[in-house]
């Protein structure tokens, strides 16, 4: 099972993995209804090394970025189910509006984010810098948790 890691002990864990010559994947998002095209997505960002650091957005970052009914699912609902994960093997929370901070403390070998992000990757540059790679992975067609979100809703019937 993952581990839950402050920012703080994550940095102090990365510099162990390295030590350890273990190759640290970095992918991070809301996560805020788990669906398969998750699922699909860390799994393989967990095939490209030997650890998956899933760092998921805060629920006032969420909020910010999705607007004041999100997120769905609280912060500690979204890391206990992160935690459940095969692939994941660390999680920590960020408050700011995208990692980037964290990233460039952390400096993962590979940094992996959907391709719909593909145009925007926070932490690129820093990782590249330090000698890593950016990696923007396909979805899984047909899932998204805003769309989840509308079908849930236009199903509800009339006056409910």
Request: charged share 25%.
């Amino acid at each position: 099972m993952a581990e839950f890691y402050t920012r703080a002990e994550l940095v102090e864990q990365r510099a162990r993995w390295k030590s350890e010559g273990r190759k640290v994947v970095f992918t991070n998002g809301c996560y805020d209804i788990l669906h398969p095209g998750h699922v699909r997505l860390l799994e393989s960002a967990r095939s490209l090394g030997d650890v998956l650091v899933l760092a998921l957005n805060t629920d006032d970052s969420v909020a910010r970025l999705k607007g004041p009914t999100r997120p769905l699912l609280s912060e500690q609902q979204r890391t206990q189910m992160a935690l459940a994960l095969a692939a994941v093997d660390a999680v920590t929370l960020f408050d700011e509006d995208t990692p980037r901070e964290l990233i460039a403390a952390v400096l993962p070998d590979v940094l992996v984010k959907g391709a719909d992000w593909s145009h925007f990757i926070a932490g690129r540059e820093e990782v590249e810098a330090a000698g890593g790679v950016v990696m923007p992975l396909p979805l899984e067609p047909g899932y998204s948790t805003t769309n989840i979100e509308k079908e849930i809703l236009e199903r509800r019937p009339a006056g409910g």
